[in-house]
């Protein structure tokens, strides 16, 4: 995450889910969140506990890494999109690493500036 916080005052309980496998990303960015006011969910540093909590957890959105420990992570998508749960790609792949049905969905490239996943969560609301 780059660049300092906006106005966090509509993300004050925004309950994230993270899904990135790089221990000291996730660290990063469960801060970052925090910091916004948000409720971390996870993060889930692999798929078994990515698609637990994407099934079970109370959450308003996630952030989705899209390789995680050498798999995708679309079968998290597909649960997030049958319960109408909106994410994010925060991925060093941009779009080109998507499938075709998630085109439409936000992608950030890593590194991310936190005023634009911040606009994103904002829609979450």
């Known amino acids: 995450m ?4 906006g106005d966090a005052r509509g993300l ?16 990063s960015l469960e801060d970052a969140l ?14 078994k506990d990515a698609i637990r909590l994407a099934r079970a957890a109370e959450i308003d959105g996630a952030s989705l890494d899209v390789n995680i420990a050498g798999e ?13 749960i ?5 991925t060093g792949y941009g779009r ?4 075709e049905s998630d085109l ?12 634009r996943f911040e ?3 904002a829609r979450w609301r």
């Open 34 to 47: 925090t910091d916004l006011g948000c409720v971390v969910i996870g993060p889930a540093l692999n798929m």
């Open 96 to 99: 080109a690493g998507l499938r």
């Open 72 to 84: 995708k992570v679309y079968p998290v998508a597909d649960i997030l999109s049958e319960r109408g």
């Open 119 to 121: 606009a994103i969560l």
């Open 104 to 115: 439409s969905r936000p992608v950030l490239q890593k590194p991310c500036s936190l005023e």
């Open 12 to 27: 004050e309980g925004l309950r994230v889910l993270i899904v990135e496998d790089e221990p000291m990303i996730a660290s």
């Open 2 to 5: 780059t660049s300092a916080p």
């Open 86 to 90: 909106p994410y994010v790609f925060l």
